[in-house]
């Protein structure tokens, strides 16, 4: 294994989604020659979407790969190094912290921890292959493709309802989908929802398999209390069953919620000095491109303060 741990770097960003980019532009700025390990894809889940039509500056919209690609030349621009490897472990119980890929070893002085989280997956047939063909995780991302078209959500949960609640701006009909007769989401999204004409609801049904071969046609459901089977002809499936964060590396380093989000304070620090998160990796609210870009960026500033206090 090579061995950098001679080399003890200002600054290493693990992660390279929106927040990851913008605290690597920021560091870049800053003179501190971040190193960014890049994680298995640039762009993070922004890069996965293809139109982005909210991140400010872009009256046409962008390209979510094209964005990323933007955001790291700006980053490079300024002097950030990328290396396109994997964390496979951290060490944060002395410092400089250490970190391994699969192939190097890496010393630092601070941590900006932008490993972001993934949404939950159905697991069925159907859902891999069908994922941008039909199958979205995003609303506000897509809902756009689906202009009169008849789409399906999954969950019943705030997310479900609230985007489903969007998607009604778009698409003719929205059915939710849900595995009980109960739904989990507050009274208020509830209240809504139910009075929306275009949206109807399935319960007790879970999707068994998801059908198409270029593209979703349509769902096979099951319903848990009859046992019977049917198929749902759809255009759009919207999946919201909650989201994971990605912090299984950090798991008995640093402060969590109960839901494995790691806990940082106003200033993106978290229960380690010299260690900082941003975007989704601390974020279940927003999930934003914007606020994660901006959360980077903060982090960034804060860990450029941390090393200029240990160098005074
Ligand atoms: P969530 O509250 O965990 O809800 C997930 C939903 O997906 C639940 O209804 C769950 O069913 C269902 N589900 C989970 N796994 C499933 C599976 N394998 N198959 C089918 N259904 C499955 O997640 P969320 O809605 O993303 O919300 C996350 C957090 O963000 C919550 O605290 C929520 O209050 C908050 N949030 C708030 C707002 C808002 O206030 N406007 C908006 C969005 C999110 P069960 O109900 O049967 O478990």
Known sequence: MENNENKVEKV?????????????????????????????????????????ENYPGFPEGVGGSELADLLSKNAEKFGARFEYDVATSVDLSKRPF??????????TQT???????????LNVPGEKELTGRGVSYCATCDGWFFKDKKVAVVGGGDSALEEGLFLTRYASSVTIIHRRDELRAGALLQKRAMNNPKISFIWDTVVEEINGTDALTSLTLKNKKTGHSSNFPVDGLFIFIGHSPNTALFKD???????GYIETDKLMQTSLAGVFAA??????????????????????????????????
Do not use: C, H, W
């Open 12 to 52: 290493i960003i693990l992660g390279s989604g929106p927040a990851g980019l913008a605290a690597a532009l920021y560091a870049a700025r800053a003179e501190l020659s971040p190193l960014v390990l890049t994680g298995t894809e640039i762009g993070g889940q922004a890069a996965t979407t293809s139109v982005i």
């Open 98 to 107: 250490q970190l391994a890929t699969y192939g190097k070893q890496f010393s």
């Open 111 to 121: 941590l900006i921890i932008t490993t972001g989280a993934s949404p939950n997956k």
């Open 253 to 259: 380093a640093l402060k969590m919620d109960e839901k």
């Open 279 to 312: 975007g989704e990796v601390t974020d279940a609210v927003y999930r934003q491109v914007v606020t994660s870009a901006g959360m980077g960026a903060a982090a960034a500033i804060q860990a450029t303060r941390f090393i200029e206090s240990e160098e005074e």
